[in-house]
C-alpha cells in the first residue's frame, strides 16, 4: 500500500468492471418485514404476497447487481422495518448478499432510523466474504474496491446509531486521499426535499457538495430523487434512490419503486436509471365514467382499466385506488345504495391474473348529476344561492379555509363541545386541500339533490 492510501481501511477485490469502466447498484429504504397493514379489507392471498414483497423486491435487486455485471451494491438505510426483524428474515437477507459475494460482488451497508445499530438483534454471526458494515463510528472508514489490482472507488458511510440521530453526519464525510472515484453513503434527510418524511440526520446540499465525493448515494426519502449530478457537468451526484417496494398508497409509495444502476466511465458517472424491483406496485387512478349509464359498463370500464394498468406495468401486482369522475345518470345510485361496494367486491372476487394479482382497495365516487352547475349558479333560486356560497364561502380575514370548516363542523374551535379525538381526525381529513375540496363538492351534490327531492320531482 502506497503512502496515499494510507486512509483506506481495507481493500476489497471484486470480479466485475474495470477501472475505468463499471456500473454499480443502489437501493435503500428496503424496510424488509413490514407488516402491511394499511389495507382494511384484504384476502389471504394479497395480504400474504404482501408480507413477502419488500423481501422479494430484494431479490429482484440482487438479481439486478449479479445480471447487470455491478462491481459493487450500496444500501443507503432502513434495511429492517423495526428492531422485530426475524431470524428467518435475517437469514434469507444473508443468503441474498452471499450470492453476491459468490458473485465476486461487494456489498456495502449502513443502517438508518428504522433499523439504527443499537435496536434491534442481529441473527448472524459471519457476513459473506465481501459484505462490509459501516458502524455509527464519527470518523468514518473507507473501503476501496479494486478490480485486477487496479482501485475503482472508495466508499464511506455512517450508520444511525438511535432511532432518532439529529446528527449532521454528512459533515463527518470528507474526500481521502486516494485519485478515484469516491463515494458516501448515508441515510439522511436533506432539508427541504421532503415534508413527508422526518428530519433524521439533517443535512444540507451544501454539506453534501462539500463532502467533495463523487457520488452520494442516500437513503430515507422514499422517492427517487436526483438532487445533483449531470453527465456534462463535474458537479457531484446526490441520489437518493426512493425505497425498493411501496408501502402504502401515500403519495410518496406510488409508482415504480425499485434500485438505480449507475455506469460510471473514466471517472465519471455517465447515467443513473431507477429500474423497477417492485413485486407489488401501489396506483392511484381517477376513472371518468361521463356518459357510464349503467353498472354493466362500469364494471367493464373498470375491468378494462385494471386489465390495461397491468399491462402498462409489466404485468406485476397491483393495488389500486380509484376515484369515479364525471358527470353520470348514475350518480344517486352511486352515492345513495351499496352498488359500488358490491362492484368493489366482484372486482376483487377473482384477483388472479397470470401468477400476479390485481386488487381494488377502494373506489370513490366523486362522479357528479348530470347538471350544468355554471347555469344553476345563475338563477334567482336557493340553490343558486346554495352554490355561490359553496364555491364561494365567506371566509373572515386570515381565517384558512381548513379552519373555517373545522368551525363550521366541530361548532367552535376551542373543541370543549365534542370529542378531542374526533375533532382532530376531522382536523387531519380537512387538512387535504384535495379531500376538503372533494367533500364540499360531494355536499353540495347532495344538497341540490335533497332539495330537488323536496320539489316533488322524484317522488316515488
Ligand atoms: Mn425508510
Not at 273 to 298: E, H, M
Request: with cysteine.
Amino acid at each position: 500500500m502506497t503512502q496515499e492510501e494510507s486512509d483506506i481501511t481495507e481493500i476489497i477485490r471484486v470480479d466485475n468492471g474495470e477501472s475505468d469502466n463499471f456500473c454499480f447498484v443502489h437501493a435503500s429504504d428496503l424496510h424488509l418485514g413490514t407488516p402491511f397493514t394499511g389495507i382494511a379489507k384484504i384476502n389471504e392471498e394479497v395480504a400474504a404476497a404482501l408480507r413477502e414483497a419488500s423481501l422479494e423486491a430484494f431479490r429482484n435487486i440482487c438479481k439486478l447487481a449479479i445480471d447487470s455485471k455491478a462491481s459493487f451494491l450500496l444500501l443507503a438505510g432502513d434495511i429492517y422495518d423495526g428492531p422485530e426483524r426475524g431470524a428467518s428474515l435475517q437469514l434469507n437477507f444473508r443468503e441474498e448478499l452471499a450470492k453476491l459475494s459468490d458473485a465476486k460482488i461487494a456489498a456495502f451497508i449502513v443502517h438508518g432510523n428504522h433499523d439504527p445499530v443499537t435496536s434491534g438483534w442481529t441473527a448472524i454471526e459471519k457476513w459473506p466474504d465481501l459484505v462490509r458494515l459501516f458502524p455509527s463510528k464519527t470518523r468514518t472508514e473507507i473501503y476501496a474496491v479494486s478490480v485486477n489490482e487496479k482501485l475503482i472507488a472508495t466508499i464511506q458511510g455512517i450508520s444511525h446509531k438511535s432511532r432518532n440521530t439529529s446528527d449532521n453526519l454528512a459533515v463527518k464525510l470528507f474526500k481521502p486521499s486516494v485519485e478515484t472515484f469516491n463515494i458516501g453513503l448515508l441515510h439522511c434527510n436533506v432539508t427541504g426535499v421532503s415534508e413527508e418524511h422526518l428530519n433524521y440526520a439533517p443535512c444540507t446540499r451544501v454539506d453534501l457538495i462539500n463532502t467533495q465525493l463523487d457520488y452520494l448515494a442516500l437513503g430515507h426519502i422514499h422517492k427517487h430523487l436526483i438532487l445533483s449530478g449531470s453527465p456534462d457537468s463535474g458537479e457531484p451526484w446526490i441520489v437518493y434512490s426512493g425505497n425498493s417496494q411501496g408501502r402504502s398508497l401515500k403519495p410518496s409509495e406510488l409508482g415504480p419503486k425499485g434500485a438505480c444502476l449507475v455506469k460510471v466511465k473514466s471517472g465519471r458517472v455517465q447515467k443513473v436509471d431507477l429500474l423497477p424491483c417492485d413485486q407489488v406496485r401501489y396506483l392511484r387512478k381517477n376513472i371518468d365514467i361521463s356518459g357510464i349509464a349503467g353498472f354493466d359498463t362500469l364494471y367493464e370500464e373498470c375491468e378494462k382499466i385494471a386489465y390495461d394498468t397491468w399491462v402498462e406495468n409489466g404485468k406485476r401486482c397491483l393495488i389500486l385506488r380509484a376515484k369515479l369522475t364525471g358527470k353520470t345518470s348514475l350518480y344517486k345510485e352511486l352515492r345513495s345504495s351499496n352498488a359500488l361496494d358490491e362492484v368493489i367486491d366482484k372486482l376483487n372476487r377473482d384477483t388472479d391474473i397470470e401468477n400476479s394479482f390485481i386488487w381494488w382497495e377502494s373506489i370513490e365516487n366523486l362522479a357528479t348529476p348530470p347538471i350544468d352547475i355554471d347555469l344553476l349558479a345563475n338563477g334567482n333560486d336557493f340553490i343558486a344561492e346554495l352554490i355561490k356560497t359553496a364555491k364561494n364561502p365567506d371566509i373572515p380575514d386570515g381565517e384558512s379555509l381548513r379552519d373555517f370548516y373545522l368551525d363550521q363542523v366541530c361548532g367552535n374551535k376551542n373543541f370543549l363541545d365534542i370529542p378531542r379525538d374526533f375533532a382532530d381526525r376531522i382536523s387531519e381529513i380537512l387538512s387535504d386541500k384535495d379531500t376538503l375540496a372533494d367533500l364540499i363538492d360531494k355536499a353540495l351534490y347532495a344538497a341540490i339533490d335533497m332539495l330537488n327531492d323536496d320539489d316533488g320531482s322524484d317522488n316515488d
